[in-house]
């Protein structure tokens, strides 16, 4: 990357504010092509951080970080301010184990505001330190860049309610590109494109700015009573407002957001101004690279691709789109099935069902509380809702899931994706929490099976047998290959291996096939185990506890938090029924675990064959 004698000199935020015009066009060509190389051999957000090149580069110039706090929603567009922010040297580890997180984390600079990867956060973030900035009496701006999609988020209504009645240095910048992951949904999208037709008022509004804000002091102070006449006088002319002025926001926009000038003296105007704005900024996903361009949701969140064809290499089966075959299936023969998203159409495998089944087929928007709760409304009409979701999004429908879902015993399949490890993404987007939450609420079925035969299993008993809300969890990726001598019962638990062994190891989910490759590893050690495979994991079935009452040593290898996991629960039952052996428990154990691929972690947890068969040899071993 020796060409890039721009970017590759930029070590601080302020070396870019000694940029000429030019410069600053050509430092935007230096990182785009960065980004593509980059990201064609790491994976990562491609078309995002495309489209934000010019608004990061511009928001360096007239910013201060990190006495100015930018923070990013999502945080998945947030690699061109790695660029500008001292990580270009560290670039290439991006999203590998050890290098540069995909997200923003405070922990790897101080220029990273705050931590994220979930969704809609960003403006009561920044609302936050506006507010802290006031009280400490200084003068600094807290900025939050969010896009049109996580716009789509409840959160964001509660933050504009609340910030918009205070004066504050509150700069939310929306990035509007009319997609989410998927193109974008809902009444806010025809808002925005509402404003976008409004013609020559935004455009005369810009250069009218832009010229009074060159006036040396006085600019930006005449600029932001300016904003107050404006309002009036839009009022007037269109007769109704933005919804943000509605919500006590000073709207400035649209404005070309690949413009550096015109961005640079939008948020000069933004700056001078001590009541929140909303700056409002038209973008193209994927930017400068044309396959992006062309297919934005493809080029969302990708894996290695060659940069001339842009082609990725082939991934063969997974459980997602296994998933979604299964829903189609079961639309077809039931035309009760219902298939709810919060955005996630592409990566829970539902684009098929999305074609064939337009009608039953609901994108709510990036909004899980929401999708849960309806999916209750849709129960209670009489429809059989299943809702697909990743599991760390999952997260935020815990209350919907008491409230609005197991309370009233109201039938619902929640499809959780991505449970367990998840390679890359790191702290905010592993799957490890929806075990632990949904073991605390009460009449909740779940089921974590190993095999696609098994999720088929699992989702027939919980469409037509199993009452109430019903969970069934799915690692990322493909099954793994079955054991010859093994086949799927059905049934809630299998036992695997010498039933009357005096070593057990129980698991469910993903681990079940490091498991019964230990068990062969030990076996050629003259070990003999049994492995139990829980297949529902609420509640867990007696007599899998009571098959282990006479072993020696039981482990109990779980791919999630130890505190309120299975394992804990599988423990009390043991001790209830007077377990006397020796009972230990390998799990996640009360931290967030960082990013690295899934292969790299269940190694580091000890969840790999090899590991397990150490442990066990070593374990068994003490004993005799
Ligand atoms: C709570 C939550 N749900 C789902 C996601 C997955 N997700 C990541 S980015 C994204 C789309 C964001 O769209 P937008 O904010 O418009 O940003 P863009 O990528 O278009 O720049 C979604 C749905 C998430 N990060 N958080």
């Not at 980004?35 to 010019?54: K, R």
């Not at 110039?61 to 790695?82: E, L, R």
């Amino acid at each position: 990357m020796d060409d890039l004698k721009l970017l590759s000199n930029i070590k601080k935020p302020t070396d870019i504010k000694k940029l000429s015009d030019d410069q600053l066009n050509e430092l935007a060509d230096e990182i785009r092509q960065t980004l593509i190389n980059t990201v064609s051999e790491t994976g990562g957000h491609l078309a995002s951080n495309l489209g934000v090149v010019e608004l990061t580069i511009a928001l360096h110039k007239v910013f201060n970080s990190p006495h100015d706090k930018i923070v990013w929603d999502v945080g998945h567009q947030v690699y061109v301010h790695k660029l500008l922010t001292g990580r270009y040297d560290k670039f290439s580890t991006l999203r590998q184990y050890g290098g540069l997180s995909g997200f923003s984390s405070p922990d790897e600079s101080n220029h990273d505001t705050f931590f994220s990867g979930h969704s809609s956060t960003s403006i009561s973030a920044a609302y936050g330190i506006a507010s802290a900035n006031k009280l400490k009496g200084n003068k600094n701006s807290a900025i939050a860049v969010i896009g049109d999609g996580a716009f789509t988020g409840g959160m964001v209504y509660e933050a504009l309610n609340n910030a918009g009645r205070e004066r504050s240095r509150l700069i939310v910048i929306l990035n509007d590109n009319d997609m989410s992951i998927s193109k974008n949904v809902g009444s806010l999208a025809t808002h925005l494109a509402v404003i976008k037709a409004r013609p020559s008022y935004f455009r005369m509004k810009d250069r009218t700015e832009r010229i009074i804000n060159r006036i040396p002091l006085v600019g930006v102070k005449l600029s932001n009573s300016i904003f107050k006449l404006k309002t009036s006088v839009k009022r007037a002319l269109y007769k109704s407002s933005t919804m943000f002025e509605d919500l006590g926001f000073r709207y400035m926009g649209p404005i070309d957001g690949h413009n550096i000038e015109i961005l640079t003296d939008a948020l000069e105007a933004a700056k001078g101004a001590n009541y929140p704005i909303l700056l409002h900024i038209k973008t193209t996903k994927g930017k400068g690279y044309n396959f992006a361009e062309l297919e934005p949701s493809v080029f969302h969140g990708i894996s290695k691709f060659d940069i001339d064809t842009g082609e990725f290499h082939a991934t063969g089966t997974s459980f997602s789109n296994e998933f979604g075959k299964l829903m189609c299936h079961f639309a077809g023969n039931d035309k009760r099935v219902c298939a709810v998203t919060a955005a996630m159409s592409l990566g829970t495998g539902l684009h098929d069902f999305e074609h064939q089944f337009p009608d039953r087929f609901f994108d709510v928007g990036i909004a899980e509380e929401h999708a849960v709760t309806f999916c209750g409304g849709l129960a209670k009409g009489g429809m059989l809702p299943v809702f697909a979701v990743y599991s760390a999004f999952l997260q935020r429908s815990y209350d919907q899931l008491v409230h609005d879902a197991a309370l009233q015993k109201l039938k619902m399949i929640i499809a959780i994706d991505r449970a367990g490890f998840v390679t890359g993404d790191g702290e905010t987007h592993h799957g490890l929490l929806d075990v632990p939450f949904l073991n605390t609420i009460p009449g909740i079925t779940v089921y974590s099976p190993t095999y696609y035969a098994e999720m088929n299993n699992a989702f027939v008993k919980a469409l037509y047998h199993d009452p109430a809300v019903v969970a069934v969890r799915m690692f990322k990726g493909a099954e793994p290959e079955i054991p010859s001598d093994f086949t799927p019962s059905g049934n809630d638990y299998d036992v695997y291996g010498d039933n009357n062994a005096d070593v057990a190891i129980v698991t469910y989910g993903r681990l079940f096939d490091a498991a019964a490759k230990a068990k062969g590893i030990l076996a050629a050690n003259n070990i003999n185990i049994k492995v139990i495979k829980l297949n529902k994991i609420k509640p867990v079935n007696k007599q899998a506890v009571n098959n282990v009452l006479n072993c020696k040593t039981v482990v109990f290898y779980e791919e999630g938090e130890l505190n309120g996991g299975v394992a804990q629960i599988f423990n009390m039952m043991l001790t209830d029924l007077s377990y006397k052996g020796r009972y230990l428990i390998k799990a996640v154990e009360n931290e967030f675990v960082h990013h690295a691929t899934d292969k790299i972690l269940l190694k580091e947890y000890g969840f790999d064959e090899k590991s397990m068969a150490e442990f066990i040899t070593e374990v068994t071993t003490n004993e005799r």
